[in-house]
């Protein structure tokens, strides 16, 4: 089994891009910066980031010389007010960074003090003076965009209790309790102005940054996991931080999600505020590179030796010989798997020689295939579910070998639930030896398409490829594969692979009662399309539950939301909707969904 975490080792000749940026952010002329990571879920931003900042630290030169930092945005969800989050993990690791040096250790709790400063002021502005009717203007959202406004104070001013700065949280909690029970705002002492204590935050970083002499670099992750109000939100404190000397911000994010995310946090944003957001606080965009067959190949190859417990001095020989490989394969040919095991000390080579065989076998699907493209994250999925599925065959006593397993698991993922079951109802029907399928795999005559059940016509290159996949089907008895992958549907097929954002979309388009939603239509941009038809078998498995069709279910109008946008999800349900009693409200829908079989 392999974990889905990020890796510091790579596997997929992101070496290049993390060693790309590391130039970027150490190049003190460059200073301030920030960096963006943009990708799909599960592309490897996150391993991206983590090579990066491995890189730094291996070397021991500049790895001294800059402290780093790592924010996981996600983390926080749910419990922290993002801004605030960012804003003291910074000041608590500087804090850390200053121990032993009293100079520098003043000036890091100054900066941490500040950092209070700020927060109370956007938690009186929520917690205490909404409560009381004192009008807050938006203090909470505009305060931090008010940093650059220097000329002007505004009316508006929040004043300060005799209370610890320090205790933001308890200040907060008295400030409430003070609004509810009508006895006015605070006691009033001095005033705190927003733009004052902004810029008073920010002499105190610039001179912290200056002290240690090290310039600060922020690595944040997983804005693409979070809330679009606390993905926005975490950026929005970044801003606090542009044109600061001495910094840089690496952001991973996928930039189609913050985007679309701009009109949840910035009401009444236009189309051109959501394009101008992200390159106004981004200044250099680098894209994870997509995985080609090459790449794919590589990936496999390094998972399973990662997996067979290969000796570092072995396993890196590999690695590096693949690296050499994909960084060079635009003037030659792929290293063969010969040449890439020849002169290692391993003690099961043939069986890693037959394994890394298969590997290239499963490389054009994986990485072609529209359901998967390559994704590192699903590929890792989709072979811990065959290692899933080859441990409970053990148990059970059943003769099935991976090959046969993982045929039957790519099947699956590429082609959708419905299909699945189809190929099943065969080979139930056949007593484990469906016809069509042998039929397709002879080579010698040509294949009959009419055979083919309307539930596998979405997909007709990927049918080809998959069915010269070895091992061959064709007189094989599939009765026990069956049956066991029959136990991993629909959550084997579905919910292990499937995003945050997939399963946001699968609950809004579960619960559409309106022909159209703009809600929808929105997640479903958020959504990578190699992830539409897993939801749209989702979407299937739950109308297969209902029992009274005389009225429309719940959510069909979701599944025809997302069968107009996608091309295989609208096969898929002009399949299945044919096989729904014939009702008034149906009639529509399927002449709308007419022409695609």
Known sequence: ???????????????????????????????????????NWGAGKSTILELTKTSLENDSKEGKEYIQIHFDAWMFEGFDDAKAALLETIASELIKEAEG???????????????????????????????????????????????????????????????DIGDVKAAAGRVSKVAKSGKGVLKPKKKLSPPTEIRKFRSAYSSLLESFNRPLIVYVDNLDRCSPINAISTLEAIRLFLFLPNTAFVIAADEDMIRLAVPHFHKGASQRHQTDYLDKLI???????????????????????????????????????????????????????????????????????????????????????????????????????????????????????????????????????????????FIDKEKGLPAVIADMENIDVEFDLTKLPDEWKHDLEFLDKWSKLQPSFAGQNLTAAA??????????????????????LLD??????????????????????????????????????????NKMPLGFYGARLLALKDGKCKSVFWAYANTVPNKAWKKPIVKELEGVK
């Open 508 to 549: 809004g388009l579960s619960k559409q009662k309106n022909r159209l939603s703009q809600t929808n239509s929105k997640l479903i941009e958020l959504t990578s399309q190699e992830e539409y038809l897993s939801v749209m078998d989702a979407l299937i498995e739950k109308f297969k539950l209902v029992e009274d069709w």
């Open 283 to 425: 200044q250099i965009p680098v894209h994870v590179p997509k995985p080609g067959v090459a790449e794919v190949r590589a990936y496999l190859m390094m998972l399973i030796a990662s997996d067979k417990k290969v000796e570092k001095p072995e396993f890196e020989k590999i690695r590096s010989k693949l690296e050499e490989s994909l960084r060079l394969s635009w003037q030659q040919d792929r290293i063969a798997v010969d040449d890439l095991l020849a002169d290692c000390d391993i003690d099961n080579k043939d069986e890693l020689r037959g394994e890394f065989k298969v590997a290239e076998q499963l490389a054009p699907i994986l990485a072609e295939s529209s359901n998967i493209n390559g994704n590192p994250r699903i590929v890792k999925r989709l072979l811990n579910q065959v290692r899933m599925r080859l441990k409970t065959a053990k148990r059970r006593g059943m003769q099935l070998d991976e090959k046969t397993i993982t045929k039957l698991v790519i099947f699956e993922r590429c082609m959708g639930t419905q299909a699945t079951n189809k190929l099943y109802e």
């Open 101 to 163: 040096d009293k100079g520098l250790l003043e000036k890091a709790e100054e900066f941490s003090k500040r950092v209070d400063k700020i927060r109370l002021l956007g938690m009186l502005a929520e917690g205490g003076a909404a409560l009381s009717g004192f009008p807050t203007f938006g203090l909470s959202q505009k305060l931090i965009s008010w940093f650059g406004e220097d000329d002007e104070e505004p009316e508006t001013q929040i004043e300060e209790d005799e209370f």
């Open 483 to 504: 049956y066991l992958s029959r136990q991993s549907i629909p959550m084997g097929v579905i919910n292990s692979v499937m995003s945050g954002a997939a399963q946001k």
């Open 1 to 39: 089994m392999w974990s889905d975490k990020e890796s510091s080792i790579d596997f997929l000749n992101f070496n290049e891009t993390a060693e790309s940026i590391k130039d970027l952010i150490t190049e003190r002329e460059l200073m301030p910066i920030s960096v963006g990571i943009f990708g």
